[in-house]
């Protein structure tokens, strides 16, 4: 089995010269997620970070496929046709997920989990798998499969199995939770952040502009691509690990050409999403999205394919302001 890859870095903050801070942490989710905010009273903070951490875990325990009994291993296990309950978390993950399907032409699809398995062996190496696995998991993959309904907040797949796998949008949204919940407390100036991946930040530090965050090239944190200051927004990114795959789910192959790709948008689950679709889509398709959707900021880093494409190794793609580039 391959050892275990450490997070990569895609989002930092720059918090250090801010006085004042409270930070707390905690494991979820296969990640740690971090809370930053200004409140005088040390415990009451504490206590506030704490029912964000349950809730947290509360969410883990709906969203994850690996939890038996979970929402999604529930899906993952449901027969074709069989309507099956569920609870708000999930319902609403699903659809998001599957707005953000139709909006990006099915780059963005929470039913990847077949063809995943088929590009992975039981030990989560890569693996080549042969034309007949790749058939077989297209036709059980795609979100268009699941059928939703709003008043009953129920599920029906069209056919089975199909394997919901919310790692590209599950974190967002848990940050969206944990910054709802600060709200609830009265804590309006924080910022949230679920692993290295996604940042939500709430109102800025008296003073600033907003919470400074640094984006770098996940190889070479000497090399930064940008440095917004954030408030009432979302920023995530999604990139390779060594040796991984990031799986196109409309031609059932690896990407190429794509290091790194990073979103910004009025909200975490989102901004998680279409990361992972950004890196997926081609620049004219981003592009298209970002025109039709005028609060989405895009950045894509490319393969450095020699000293002549240097100019196209990042893109950017939405309103940056000069101020937050390098």
Partial sequence: MNQPQPEPCFVRSDCQSISGLKRFCHEAMATTYEIIMVEDDENYARQAAAAAFDEVDRLEGELSRFIENSDIARINNLPANEPLLLGLDAFECLELGCRIYAETNGAFDITIGSLLSCWCDEDGDPRRPSQDELNLAREHTGAHLLQLDKIEHTIQLSVSPVQVDLGGIGKGYAVDRVAELLRQWSIEIALVSGGYSSVLALEGPVGIKGWPLTLSNPDNHKQILARPCMQGRALSGSGLQKGGHIIDP????????????????????????????????????????????????????????????????????????????P
């Fill in 250 to 325: 409309r031609t059932v192959q690896p990407v190429k050409g794509r290091l790194a790709a990073w979103a910004s948008a009025s909200n975490a689950a989102t901004a998680d999403a279409l990361s992972t679709a950004f890196m997926i889509m081609s620049p004219d398709e981003i592009r298209q999205y970002c025109q039709s959707h005028p609060d989405v900021l895009a950045l894509i880093m490319l393969e450095d394919r020699g000293e002549d494409a240097q100019k196209e190794k990042i893109l950017r793609f939405g309103p940056w302001k000069d101020s937050e580039l």
